[in-house]
């Protein structure tokens, strides 16, 4: 029986098992591989996750048990069956490891070209056999139809048996208003067993629901009740927030160090400010004129809590311009020509406070409600020459709020229009504009209202009115094309945000236009931590400041790489720039997929690592690039040689562990008081490529205070080893160079 094409195996897989939980989702089915044409069922009776929660991204283990089942027995052949299925995972997710069952063993897949792998998994398949083959356990995933999309499939498998698997992935973060977020995995089933868990430099994580409320977590690892990771409701947890929003201040780079035999360096992401930050931190001088409009002063006494209400706007904005850069002016016009001013003035200046009493002066007014007045009954001829007047009014209003500014260059100018009264007339006989300097941005108190996060979320402004004046197209012939963009260099090569097309080239800072600012790039050599901004209006340049970015070093910096490595739009400080990046790292792209093999067994102490959890990273011992795919190979040997032993950050190891060099070992110090004598404690030694060196349990462990390890008495020797400590409160990596 010939294996279906692609598109027709999609098509069938809509009559399997469908479980769908938010945007991951999963659709699987049996199917016989020789004799007649039979198709089963296969649903997902055991699903555990562990999911761990770092600065800038999640990564995930998730394992599955898959039964066979259907609605009736096939006749033959009944223990050469095969699971298929297609899932979809969370956007921009990264598949890094997966392991297979075989019984008591453990497959560990290996990385290859889709077209090798397809083709060594339906040679142990042989679907045109008379007879079943020996089963040989194989198991491919691989690219799906489209992003976040892929197809599985395992064999051999038993009718009303089961197989289980685990797979590894990572998941990105993304910007919303300066806060950064992850998307969380939902379950694929309804009944999942879900641990979360802190990762390195995290303090504590919020847990955002559906409605927008947030749950702090502070444990260390944290069970979540099954409805809340796989029940479409209310309490659905949506987004993890790695970082809480209070914490976050500037830009930020996430940097992840890692070192293949082809390639090394660092994958950095970066996450610039937020437009108004940009403005904030620099020495950007910005003044702010508020034309204030009464309209319709006849019969304004019955709009008193409408004014109420805008004098407490207007000062919660005043409140939250505090700045030494920023300047406020306020006009009061009525309709019929009388004005109040307050000139340009900073804050804290007597005049900035004379204008605050006045706004709580108004404030504190009391008023009486009343229905709205519909307005006089004028003819056309009388509605003509009120908007005459009405438009020389607003003219004049303008040119009297414009001479407030002062005029010193390398200001950015904010004339805000905000109007009181009746709405009688809203057409417009003819087209309604001012003459003024292009630079001076005009725009209405509800624009700037949503561009400062210290506001309260609960102001409201309403649209503004000024009789026979179509406002709006004044707005929109006035506003500021604001722009930054930043700039970063590794020493040798620069790059600039510009050059990211996966998001816009700047941020457009009019009203709700802001856009995230974020680049992802591969630099050989450690990037500069200084960030160059450059501010435009209107095209032109106005100022440029530097920036001293947080710095965020992850802990895992290969898993690290895998997921920046994967982007789409990566920035690549270096040349020659290779096809792709997934066997040189180690991870799921459309030309590579994962195959596990009866071959592909971890050995015992490897295998007794992994079998409660875990899955191990692709090593170059895992990975089999096709040849134009290479950017040519380095001796590990030469390598180990010209690297020196590197410095062991305590702070990534749990409290009451302290990791130390010597020669060409490592030496680990422990403090039993610190560990609280934590029988959960274990110890291992790990390759690059995952292999276990050496382990300790509790039991190998008690009482010393001190254990050793080197290549001479472990299983082989490596220049770089991971040793990894696991406690009742999680685990921990950290990376160790050797000679």
Request: charged fraction near 15%; proline fraction near 6%.
């Amino acid at each position: 029986m010939n294996r279906p094409l692609a598109s027709a195996f999609a098509v069938c897989l809509l009559y399997g098992s469908s479980l769908a939980i938010g945007l991951q989702h999963i659709t699987i089915r049996s199917q016989s591989t020789q004799g007649p044409q039979w198709f089963g069922t296969s649903s997902i009776v055991q699903e555990k996750f562990w999911i761990t929660v770092n600065p800038n991204y999640l990564d995930v283990e998730l394992e599955w048990v898959l039964d066979v089942g259907g609605y009736s027995k096939p006749d033959t052949f009944t223990n050469a069956l095969e699971i298929v299925g297609n899932l979809n995972i969370e956007a921009g997710s990264v598949v890094t490891g997966m392991l297979l069952w075989n019984g008591d063993q453990i497959l560990k897949a290996k990385l290859k070209p889709v077209g090798v792998a397809r083709e060594q998994y339906e040679q142990v398949v042989d679907r045109d056999a008379n007879a079943p083959p020996p089963p040989r356990d194989p198991v491919i995933f691989e690219y799906g139809w489209g992003p976040d999309n892929y197809y599985m499939s395992v064999f051999p498998a038993c009718w009303q048996g089961t197989r289980r698997m685990r797979i590894r992935y990572v998941i990105p973060s993304h910007q919303e208003s300066g806060v950064t977020k992850i998307g969380y995995p939902h379950a694929f089933s309804q009944n999942a067993q879900v641990t979360l868990y802190k990762g390195h430099g995290i303090g504590s994580f919020l847990l955002q629901d559906r409605s927008g409320a947030t749950e702090e977590i502070t444990a260390d690892s944290v069970v979540l009740p099954s409805a809340r990771a796989s029940s479409y409701n209310s309490g659905t947890v949506m987004h993890i927030l790695p970082t809480p929003p209070a914490q976050v201040q500037g830009s930020r780079l996430y940097v992840g160090t890692f070192s293949t035999p082809s390639l090394q360096g660092q994958m950095i992401h970066f996450v610039g400010m937020t437009p108004q930050q940009i403005l904030d931190s620099s020495s950007m001088r910005e003044e702010y004129v508020i034309l204030w409009r009464w309209n319709h002063a006849e019969v304004l006494s019955r709009y008193g809590l409408q004014i109420v209400q805008q004098s407490d706007v207007l000062q919660q904005f005043l409140t939250a311009l505090q700045a030494r850069n920023k300047k406020v002016a306020l006009v009061i016009d009525r309709q019929g020509g009388e004005q109040t001013a307050f000139r340009l003035s900073g804050m804290g200046s007597d005049e900035y406070k004379r204008m605050l009493r006045y706004l709580a002066d108004l404030s504190a007014m009391k008023y009486v409600s009343a229905p709205a007045d519909a307005g006089p009954a004028l003819t056309q001829t009388q509605i003509n020459q009120l908007v005459d007047a009405s438009l020389r009014e607003f003219n004049d209003a303008i040119q009297a709020a414009m001479a407030q500014f002062s005029d010193r260059s390398e200001v950015l100018r904010h004339l805000i229009v905000l109007t009181a009264g009746p709405r009688w007339f809203t057409q417009y006989p003819r087209l309604s504009d001012v003459t003024c300097d292009p630079s001076i941005e005009i725009t209405g108190l509800a624009a700037q209202v949503a561009r400062h996060s210290k506001l309260s979320g609960s102001t409201y402004v309403e649209t503004p009115y000024w009789p026979g004046v179509d406002l709006n197209g004044v707005f929109a012939r006035h506003t500021h094309s604001i722009a930054a963009s930043a700039v970063l260099t590794n020493g040798v090569v620069a790059c600039s945000t510009g050059a990211a097309s996966a998001a816009p080239s700047t941020w457009y800072y009019s009203g709700f236009q802001a856009a995230p600012n974020e680049l992802r790039i591969y630099s050989p050599t450690p990037l500069k931590p200084a960030v160059r901004w450059t501010v435009s209006v209107n095209g032109a340049p106005l100022l440029s400041f530097r920036e001293r970015p947080s710095v965020v070093t992850i802990d895992d910096g290969m898993q690290y790489s895998r997921l920046v490595g994967a982007f789409p739009n990566l920035i690549y400080l270096d040349t020659p720039r290779p096809t792709t990046l997934a066997p040189i790292l180690g991870f799921v792209d459309q030309k590579y997929a994962l195959l596990a093999l009866e071959g592909d067994v971890l050995d015992d102490s490897t295998s007794w690592y992994y079998r409660v959890r875990g899955v191990p990273g692709l090593g170059p011992d895992d990975i089999f690039p096709a040849p134009q795919d290479s950017i040519g190979s380095a001796d590990n040997s030469s390598q180990a040689a010209s690297v020196v032993n590197t410095p062991v950050d305590h702070a990534r190891l749990v409290p009451g562990v302290r990791v130390s060099h010597a020669g060409k070992g490592v030496v680990i110090f422990l403090d039993w008081a610190q560990l609280r004598n934590d029988k959960n404690l274990s110890i291992a030694v790990f390759s690059a490529a995952g292999r276990v060196l050496k382990q300790w349990d509790y039991r190998d462990l008690c009482g010393k205070s001190r254990i050793s390890w080197s290549p001479d008495n472990g299983a082989g020797g490596r220049s770089v080893v991971i040793v990894r400590v696991r406690t009742l409160r999680g685990y921990s990596n950290t990376v160790v160079t050797l000679r």
